[in-house]
């Protein structure tokens, strides 16, 4: 090539660079924001399993199962709340501390006044904790109940706790995207009323009955309860009559998981698949994987909870 041809092809390749489109660059598409989620903390009747005193297969297996009780997790506001505080919330604390290191607890919701809803509470006074202002949502006679009676008092006295009222269907806000329903439910109310929760966000929601008397008893239809939303936890204490042989059941009106299989087998089979029993008796065998009661929650397609499983909101 001669000497006068050189400067002519740089000439071209210059061209053809600069004519040559710019290469896009792209910017990596922004991160959803993570959505809040309900934290199953124990699945358990209040007696937990084992329960004291017990001296049958279902309590010397070696089987253990805190007792029922729910996180609500908001990662974006850095806040959970716990719904029922129950005698084993120093563990349960360690498992939502462990699941949301960055968030710190905001309040707690109580169901009822029976030993496994409320009397975790006790952590938080000054021979535990020692806490400040932490807030629990509770109904009226639930709050004349904690004011009224040691050692609750106390806690309220030296400002352990801060009771906050609830009223029955309405709706208070805990954060920008999520909000909490009480309803109450029919149970033995010796000490306080009884309600479940509707927790919602602005993409779903979740309901927590985990006492109540027989699904009949109730002024509404549990199926209108569980058709739209993410997730159900509801009571599954007994899974039929045969388990409490010499007990009374009219004193303990729980409806039967069998009761309630039979009841939800109409609804749509998402609407089943939502359905997690919780609040299990440790006579309960649908909460051991391979038992005849286990294969027949599987088969309606339902489920029985368990503890770390997580629904998102």
Known sequence: MSSTARPLVAVLVAASLAAAPARATSTPAAKPAPRPYVLVLGIAQDGGIPQPGCTRACCTSGRHEQVASLAVVDPVAKHWWLFDATPDFPAQLARVQV???????AGVFLTHAHIGHYTGLMYFGREAMDAHGVKVYAMPRMRE??????????????????????????????????????????????????????????????????????????D????????????????????????LPGRDLAEIPHPFVEESLARFASLPAAARARIHFIHLNH???????????????????????????????
């Open 220 to 243: 509404r239809k549990v199926e209108n309860l569980v058709a739209h939303v993410s997730g159900a936890y509801l009571d599954g204490t007994f899974f039929d009559a045969a388990e």
């Open 99 to 105: 699941a949301a290191p960055a968030c710190s607890l």
């Open 145 to 218: 109940f904690l004011t009224a009676n040691g050692p609750w008092s106390q806690l309220v006295s030296l400002k352990n706790i801060e009771l906050v009222p609830l009223t029955a269907d309405s709706l208070v806000m805990i954060s920008d995207s999520l909000n909490v329903t009480p309803f109450v439910v029919p149970h033995r109310d010796e000490f306080s009323e009884t309600v479940g929760y509707r927790i919602g966000s602005t993409r779903g929601a979740v309901v927590f009955v985990p006492d109540i008397d027989k699904w009949e008893r109730w």
């Open 283 to 313: 006579t309960n065998r649908a909460a051991i994987a391979g038992t005849p009661e286990a294969k027949k929650v599987e088969a309606a397609g339902c489920k029985v909870a368990k503890a770390g499983e997580r629904t998102e909101l």
